[in-house]
């Protein structure tokens, strides 16, 4: 029955009173609209004050934007890149020096991705309230690893650039602190929602904490580990490659000094080289968490 053919089968005082209430439903949703239209263009407005966004200042250089993007197209001869492949990966082709520095790049990203899931894997257990062995252990772990995930890793590179010189190491420390820190809140969430039955029986049964968390925790938990795990190698690649601009190894730095010196073609040349390597590791490590998503799934 609709609405109109609900209220005029009722009386003329009830059917009044419906009225009169939805129509004020409907306003005091009508105002809560507008409201929340008005907060967000205001704090749009504040963040755009406060940001120093200048809007004729965007339109008016916008095209040069276009202009940089056209040059990356163009060798140093004035020939389109596209004319001659060999010169433009001189780097690939020539000598393999892009080669060995995106390799670099995906070490870095591997070996910063490994230490941080050990280091996450450890903290979980500890963070997790159902498994933590006291509550003040569990908030202490809980702190450390939201200072390893708040300070971004290019801050943390700065700081081990200073302390250990350039190359890879401090790119490889920077990224294992900070992974450590967004693994370890991932983990310390599955591992807050397992079943714990087969822990309480391993309790009951007089077993160590490290054997609960051995037997009765980590064979629910490793698999979606695994899968958080090789997600996180994928951004870890991505960081990886910028690790280079503040001097912690790979193909960032010789990225930085084709944008410095205007190689065009060069900055050109490395962005597809690593926009070509992380879509082919993202597309592996899918496949692979596809299928530890799907061996969870009941038979």
Same mark, same amino acid.
């Given at each position: 029955?609709?609405?109109?053919?609900? +209220?005029?089968? /009722?009386?003329?005082?009830? #059917?009044?009173? !419906?009225?009169?209430?939805? %129509?004020?439903?409907?306003? $005091?949703?009508?105002?809560?609209?507008?409201?929340?239209?008005?907060?967000?263009?205001?704090?749009?407005?504040?963040?755009?004050?406060?940001?120093?966004?200048?809007?004729?200042?965007?339109?008016?250089?916008?095209?040069?934007?276009?202009?940089?993007?056209?040059?990356?197209?163009?060798?140093?001869?004035?020939?389109?890149?596209?004319?001659?492949?060999?010169?433009?990966?001189?780097?690939?082709?020539?000598?393999?020096?892009?080669?060995?520095?995106?390799?670099?790049?995906?070490?870095?990203?591997?070996?910063?991705?490994?230490?941080?899931?050990?280091?996450?894997?450890?903290?979980?257990?500890?963070?997790?309230?159902?498994?933590?062995?006291?509550?003040?252990?569990?908030a202490l772990a809980k702190r450390f690893l939201e200072i390893c995930r708040t300070v971004p890793?290019? +801050?943390?590179? /700065?700081?081990?650039?200073? #302390?250990?010189? !350039?190359?890879?190491?401090? %790119?490889?420390?920077?990224? $294992?602190?900070?992974?450590?820190?967004?693994?370890?809140?991932?983990?310390?969430?599955?591992?807050?929602?397992?079943?714990?039955?087969?822990?309480?029986?391993?309790?009951?049964?007089?077993?160590?904490?490290?054997?609960?968390?051995?037997?009765?925790?980590?064979?629910q938990v490793l698999s979606s580990f695994a899968s958080y795990s090789l997600l996180r190698f994928?951004?870890?690649?991505?960081?990886?490659?910028?690790?280079?601009?503040?001097?912690?190894?790979?193909?960032?730095?010789?990225?930085?000094?084709?944008?410095?010196?205007?190689?065009?073609?060069?900055?050109?040349?490395?962005?597809?080289l690593l926009i070509v390597t992380v879509m082919l590791i993202d597309f592996g490590t899918e496949?692979?968490?596809?299928?530890?998503?799907?061996?969870?799934?009941?038979?």
């Amino acid at each position: 029955m609709s609405l109109a053919r609900f +209220v005029q089968s /009722l009386p003329a005082q009830q #059917a009044d009173l !419906l009225v009169r209430t939805y %129509g004020a439903a409907i306003a $005091a949703k009508r105002r809560s609209m507008i409201l929340a239209v008005v907060v967000l263009v205001l704090c749009l407005m504040t963040a755009g004050v406060v940001g120093e966004v200048r809007p004729g200042k965007l339109i008016s250089d916008f095209p040069k934007f276009f202009d940089y993007i056209g040059r990356l197209f163009y060798l140093d001869s004035g020939k389109l890149v596209f004319s001659d492949p060999y010169e433009w990966f001189w780097g690939v082709t020539q000598k393999p020096k892009w080669l060995k520095l995106l390799l670099e790049t995906i070490l870095i990203a591997y070996l910063g991705t490994l230490i941080g899931f050990v280091g996450g894997f450890a903290l979980s257990f500890v963070a997790a309230r159902n498994m933590g062995r006291s509550p003040w252990l569990a908030a202490l772990a809980k702190r450390f690893l939201e200072i390893c995930r708040t300070v971004p890793e290019l +801050v943390f590179a /700065l700081i081990f650039v200073v #302390a250990f010189g !350039l190359g890879p190491l401090p %790119g490889v420390i920077a990224l $294992a602190i900070h992974t450590t820190g967004a693994l370890g809140k991932l983990f310390t969430e599955v591992v807050e929602n397992i079943d714990m039955k087969p822990v309480e029986g391993l309790q009951a049964t007089g077993a160590s904490w490290v054997q609960t968390a051995r037997f009765g925790a980590v064979p629910q938990v490793l698999s979606s580990f695994a899968s958080y795990s090789l997600l996180r190698f994928e951004i870890n690649v991505r960081e990886a490659s910028i690790m280079g601009f503040v001097g912690a190894g790979g193909i960032g730095d010789e990225l930085l000094i084709s944008i410095r010196k205007f190689y065009y073609s060069d900055v050109s040349a490395i962005l597809i080289l690593l926009i070509v390597t992380v879509m082919l590791i993202d597309f592996g490590t899918e496949q692979v968490r596809h299928r530890l998503t799907a061996s969870e799934q009941p038979r």
